[in-house]
């Protein structure tokens, strides 16, 4: 998606959140819409589901999964070690300290782009860093890692190589004949698979 239609998309309901921001008039710190037009072209928010599965199943410890939808679909599915923020929570005081860090390398995802990419702008309009967002979000995930495409024949070796690697780490995060149906960030899994449901919390704890 093209940033400046990216930008508009988000623009109005994030408008909402950011509104409720209390000023901080010692260190103030949002950014302008330049600024944020600038960073979402540079597309350096987003890490691949290459690189997010590979690190829950190295489990990498700075790695920390925010899922940003409902609390409901959070149950029905999620990543392995994932927390349950929804985007309309973030602003809540309970979530300041996983999101305002410098340890841990949070990536926000729903069920598309488009709510991780809200909560992305959010938190670095309240000058946060190391929060960033899965690239093409859980529907990329179930395609790419759960259930991978065999590459053509006449592919490079590349394509191989990481049909290979998405191939077994599918297998080792309960993949395999999965579907997700739709596109957008309302839709919600049709599949259960082997993933524990996190339990019902008020607060979000853990992590991968």
Same mark, same amino acid.
């Given at each position: 998606? #093209?940033?400046? #239609?990216?930008?508009?998309? !988000?623009?109005?309901?994030?408008?909402?959140?950011?509104?409720?921001? &209390?000023?901080?008039?010692?260190?103030?710190?949002?950014?302008?819409?330049?600024? $944020?037009?600038?960073?979402?072209?540079? /597309?350096?928010? @987003?890490?691949?589901?290459?690189?997010?599965?590979?690190? !829950? !199943?190295?489990?990498?410890?700075?790695? /920390?999964?925010?899922?940003? /939808? +409902?609390?409901?679909?959070?149950?029905?599915? +999620?990543?392995?070690?994932?927390?349950?923020? &929804?985007?309309?929570?973030?602003?809540?005081?309970? @979530?300041?300290? !996983?999101?305002?860090?410098?340890?841990?390398?949070?990536?926000?995802? +729903?069920?598309?782009? $488009?709510?991780?990419?809200?909560?992305?702008?959010?938190?670095?309009?309240?000058?946060?860093?190391?929060?960033?967002?899965?690239?093409?979000? $859980?529907?990329?995930?179930?395609?790419?890692?759960?259930?991978?495409? #065999? &590459?053509? *024949?006449?592919?490079?070796?590349?394509?191989?190589?990481?049909?290979?690697? /998405?191939?077994?780490?599918?297998?080792?995060?309960?993949?395999?004949?999965?579907?997700?149906?739709?596109? *957008?960030?309302?839709?919600?899994?049709?599949?259960? &698979?082997?993933? #524990?449901?996190?339990?019902?919390?008020?607060?979000? *704890?853990?992590?991968?």
């Amino acid at each position: 998606m #093209k940033p400046l #239609k990216l930008l508009a998309l !988000i623009i109005i309901p994030m408008g909402f959140i950011i509104a409720a921001v &209390p000023q901080n008039k010692t260190n103030p710190y949002k950014l302008t819409a330049e600024e $944020l037009l600038n960073e979402v072209n540079t /597309r350096n928010q @987003y890490v691949t589901a290459d690189v997010v599965a590979d690190m !829950i !199943i190295k489990k990498d410890p700075t790695l /920390r999964l925010i899922d940003v /939808r +409902s609390q409901d679909e959070f149950e029905k599915f +999620s990543l392995p070690g994932a927390i349950n923020i &929804p985007v309309n929570d973030l602003l809540s005081e309970d @979530y300041a300290g !996983i999101l305002n860090q410098d340890i841990k390398m949070n990536v926000f995802y +729903s069920n598309g782009t $488009l709510a991780a990419n809200e909560a992305w702008m959010v938190t670095r309009q309240l000058g946060f860093t190391n929060n960033y967002v899965l690239e093409g979000g $859980l529907n990329y995930w179930f395609d790419a890692i759960l259930n991978p495409q #065999k &590459p053509a *024949s006449t592919s490079p070796d590349e394509e191989f190589a990481k049909y290979d690697f /998405r191939k077994s780490a599918g297998q080792a995060l309960g993949g395999g004949g999965l579907t997700v149906q739709g596109t *957008s960030d309302q839709t919600s899994t049709s599949a259960k &698979p082997a993933v #524990k449901p996190a339990a019902k919390k008020k607060k979000a *704890s853990g992590g991968c």
